[in-house]
């Protein structure tokens, strides 16, 4: 999953982003108002995480353009405003949670999960593909009686492969939700992760079960055996 913080508190975003990128996420950050919507707009983000007091252009306003032009989103406004009236505008110009600074990050990241989990795109709590199960709250994979420990960019590539069953996702793709906007394309990490993930998985024959490599494409998660 990947998130954008627009926060003009540098340290603060930086904290965010240390904290959340621990937790598995891809996490890219934006510190005016402009800049991150005109980001928000170009990328494919799964959350946004938006500060409302943005120099270049306010925070709700930032809210009123991408829940237009972005309206599967997810976006949670973490803001210093306390009023009654801000919360009601913000979650009326579309944000879909608004949480109070100073704020307890364990919350945040609770909240970040629940949102996940709502997100309409999503029927499914637990993704399931054959006998290959994925609880995105807790984090853990069953392949059927074993549990299996992966690494978190090990799980967030298996993640993004099991909400899209049968689909080919480039590199890019993968590279785009599973790490951040740092990430280099010319690097062979994805490869390197799918071959670990297929070790794991005990899907390292010839040809694999599970994760299917098409040519010149991508990936494809096929079944699991």
């Known amino acids: 999953m990947r998130i954008l913080i627009i926060e003009d508190e540098i340290d603060l975003a930086d904290i965010l982003a240390q904290g959340l990128?621990?937790?598995?996420?891809?996490v890219d950050i934006a510190s005016d108002g402009e800049q991150g919507c005109e980001s928000a707009m170009v990328n494919d983000y799964d959350l946004l995480i938006l500060d409302l007091n943005?120099?270049?252009?306010?925070?709700?306003?930032?809210?009123?353009?991408?829940?237009?032009?972005?309206?599967?989103?997810?976006?949670?406004?973490?803001t210093a405003r306390n009023r009654p009236f801000d919360k009601i505008t913000g979650l009326d110009l579309g944000a879909d949670d608004y949480l109070v600074k100073p704020f307890d990050f364990g919350e945040l990241v609770a909240r970040i999960r629940a949102l996940l989990r709502r997100d309409l795109r999503v029927r499914d709590t637990i993704l399931q593909?054959?006998?290959?199960?994925?609880?995105?709250?807790?984090?853990?994979?069953?392949?059927?009686?074993r549990r299996l420990e992966l690494t978190r960019k090990e799980f967030g590539v298996l993640e993004y492969l099991m909400r899209h069953p049968g689909e080919v996702i480039s590199q890019e793709e993968l590279l785009e939700?599973?790490?951040?906007?740092?990430?280099?394309?010319?690097?062979?990490?994805v490869r390197v992760h799918i071959h670990s993930l297929r070790r794991k998985l005990g899907d390292d024959q010839t040809p694999p079960k599970i994760i299917e490599t098409i040519a010149g494409l991508g990936y494809r998660l096929v079944s699991s055996s």
């Open 54 to 78: 943005l120099p270049g252009m306010d925070g709700l306003e930032v809210c009123r353009r991408l829940r237009a032009g972005k309206p599967h989103l997810l976006i949670l406004i973490l």
């Open 129 to 145: 593909c054959g006998d290959l199960k994925l609880d995105p709250a807790s984090r853990t994979v069953w392949h059927g009686d």
């Open 177 to 189: 939700h599973v790490w951040d906007a740092e990430a280099d394309p010319f690097s062979n990490t």
């Open 21 to 26: 990128r621990r937790q598995g996420y891809a």
